[in-house]
């Protein structure tokens, strides 16, 4: 492996709970948001999972983000594609904002390419991988 890449896989069955499925109520006549029980539970799933990859340091630059949903499910071969819910970018979001609270890097913004893909597989799970862009760019990547 290349020392501009990092990656994993990790064996799980992904969160359906997403980003977007905040709960809202009001206090005082003012909307508080907060995350509902699934969606913490689908956080702390995912950082759990994450923790033993976290990079020693943070990683800073232009980062480009690989992602491979790999959902189990009766009636699908393995390695069809997933076009039921929940979407990508939702998936995308929570996953990102758990990289960014272990220190995979300063800022999600730094994620400037995205490839994510969701399938039917026998083995559920998350494949990951991260590229540093400017290292790459450089040659210094193979």
């Not at 890097?105 to 991988?129: N, Y």
């Amino acid at each position: 492996m290349c020392e501009a890449c990092l990656q994993f896989f990790l064996p799980m069955h992904p969160p359906r709970t997403t980003h977007q499925q905040k709960e809202i109520r009001c206090l005082k006549n003012k909307p508080i948001v907060y995350e509902s029980a699934a969606l913490k539970s689908a956080r702390s799933k995912l950082m759990a999972h994450l923790a033993g990859h976290v990079p020693a340091e943070k990683w800073t630059g232009p980062i480009r983000l690989q992602v491979k949903w790999l959902f189990s499910g009766g009636g699908h071969y393995d390695g069809e594609w997933k076009t039921t819910r929940p979407d990508t970018d939702n998936l995308q979001k929570l996953l990102k904002d758990c990289m960014t609270d272990l220190g995979f890097w300063e800022d999600d913004a730094q994620v400037v390419s995205e490839i994510a893909e969701k399938f039917w597989a026998k083995q559920p799970g998350i494949f990951i991988r991260v590229e540093r862009l400017e290292l790459v760019e450089r040659g210094l990547a193979l």
